[in-house]
Each structure stands twice: as structure tokens, then as C-alpha cells.
């Protein structure tokens, strides 16, 4: 019998492993945070302080296979029997820090592995009931994600959209930017503060632009912004933009048609469009991060995603003259940017 696995690295096996691993490895991440473990670690390194830190009782070697393997997942770094937080978990995992992602990985975690212990019984009896705050098209769902936003958006994602609008030949000289569907607004701040001369006007549901205000005035640029609350499928969108940034929201839009011809209308003549969402390929099947990560939304009938090329395919009907779409690589992994000029450049 040929075997599965041999020394010129070729691991067929790979795959099992890899998965046996995931919920282990999710799990410490988990209970890292839930125990604030980089707040403890900055201050004491000992297994003995550290247990003394943590509330209530502790078992020291059970506390030692868990540091262990916060260690040997790069939360944590170990010389000597002593634990220092790794530089992720002392920039991203420390609760008073600007970039804190501890709350983003517990909402996502409550977002995308809620079914994925009840798979074959939804396989069998369909979609349950989903709760309201849990439906993606509801403002309370998103009131609750979009604070957990503002630090992932501040940890490199606001850097990487403004990096995105620097590189468009009409961003030097744009006015007016539009970001729609904009959760706390890091994005299209980071871009006003490379471009003095340049306003923006945040668009999302009332009670998201609630906490988009307070971002703003945060970052003390109240005067350069201004703010548009709604339903994106039944409020204007102004006119006059320069350029309309929207990144993973559009899979609310409800008239596809009538939405992206609004848009069309909403931008200067030589203005343009970017998109940033996911383009799924392989009839659904890839890339494995889209697929992961929404199976659990998916199973209970929130199969919210695009194709590639689909947002394109609606440009493209709405009128933009020029179209064209590149990947990305996110920190989740690869998206693809859709960039539409109204008339051809
Ligand atoms: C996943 S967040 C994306 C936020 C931000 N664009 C980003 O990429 O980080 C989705 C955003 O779409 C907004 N949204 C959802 N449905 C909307 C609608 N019907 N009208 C306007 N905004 C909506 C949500 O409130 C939320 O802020």
C-alpha cells in the first residue's frame, strides 16, 4: 500500500491535523481573552504570580499546559518557566490598548461558530429561527458588532483603504468622499488625514453613525466630516463625490439594479467607485476563509456573500464606463477590489 504521507513533504494527512487542531487552537485564543491573560502577563511572569493574579482558585500544572499553549500558538513567548506576552498579545490583546481585538474575536466567535456543533441537524430540519440581534440585516445586531470594528479598523485596515484611495490617479483632487456602510469610520478618517483639503461624509444605519460621531470627535475631526443615517436601500445618497468607498456592507442592498444606478448618480463625472467585499469562486467552494467563515450564518439561511466579478457585473449595468477588479489580501485573507470610473479615464 502506498503510503499517505512521505519525507518529500508531500502530507495528503495534512488537512485532518490541521482541522483536529482548529477548535483547540480557537479555544485557548478564547479563554486568553475571557481570562485577560495579556493584562496578567504584563505585569507578572511566574506561574506562581500568574496564578496569583487569576481570580479564585488555580491548579498550577493545568495553568502550565494552558500558558504552554498560548506559548505555542504565538500568544505568548516562555524562557525559563517564565511567561512574557508575545508582541501580538502585548500590541492586540491587552485591554487598555488602542488596537484591543479580545472583544472583535468573542463577537465573531458568537457570529461565525454558533451552528457548528449542530450541523447535521440543520443539514436535516433547514434554517432555525434566528434571533433578532442576531440578524444581519438588523440595526441592533450591528449596534452590538460595530464598536468591537473600531479597533480592527484602526489596526491596519483604515491604513490599508486610504492606501487603496492614495493609489487612484483622481484621489489628488478629490474633495469629497463618500464612505457608505462605513461602521465607526476609521477608514474614511485615516483618508481625510492624508488629504487636508478633502471632506467626508459617513453613511450608516441611525444608530451605527451614533457611534461613528463619537469616533470623530475622538480623532477631532468634527468639522470635516458629516453624517448621513439610514437604510442605504431607501435614503439619498447626495451628490457630488469624488469618490465612494464601501467595504464588506453591500450584501444588504435589496434592489441591486436601482442601488447602483443611485450611486452612478450620486458621483461627479469623473468620479469614482471602490469596493471592497469578498469573490467567491469555484461555485461557492473558495476561498476557505469565506466559506469558513460564514458557514454558520449560512446554515441558518443568512448566506450573505458575492461572487467574483458580481458587484462588477452591477457596475457595469449601472452605467460605469470602466470596471476593473484586482485581489487584495486582507488580514482575513484574500477580498476583491472592484474599482468602477464613471466615464472611461
Ligand atoms: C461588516 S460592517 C463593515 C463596516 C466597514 N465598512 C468595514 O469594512 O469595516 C457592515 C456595515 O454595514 C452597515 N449596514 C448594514 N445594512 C445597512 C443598510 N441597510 N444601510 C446602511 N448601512 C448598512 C452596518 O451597520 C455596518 O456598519
Redesign the pocket.
Known sequence: MTPLFDTNGKNPMAPVFEALQGPVRMAVLKAAVEMGMADILARVSTPEDIAAALPGETDLANLTHFLDSMAGIGLAVKHEGSYLNSPFAETSLRTERPVYLGDMVLNLSRMQHRNIHKIEALVQGGPPPVKKEDRL?D?SK?QAS?KH?APY?RAG?AALAADTIDALPECKSASKIM?I???PGL?CMEVLKRHPAMEGVL???PA?IGLAEKEVEKEGMASRVSYIK????TTEFGDGYDIIWA???LY?VKEAPAFFSRLHTALNDDGVFVS?HEGTTGEGTAPEHVVLSRLSLALEGQNYVFKKGEIAEHLRSAGFESVETSPLTLPVGEVELTIARKQRG
Request: proline letters at 0%.
Open positions: 440585516a440595526e450591528w460595530v470594528l479598523q485596515i464612505d456602510g462605513c461602521g477608514m453613511f450608516d444605519l451605527i439610514g437604510d442605504y436601500n467595504s464588506h456592507n444588504y471592497l
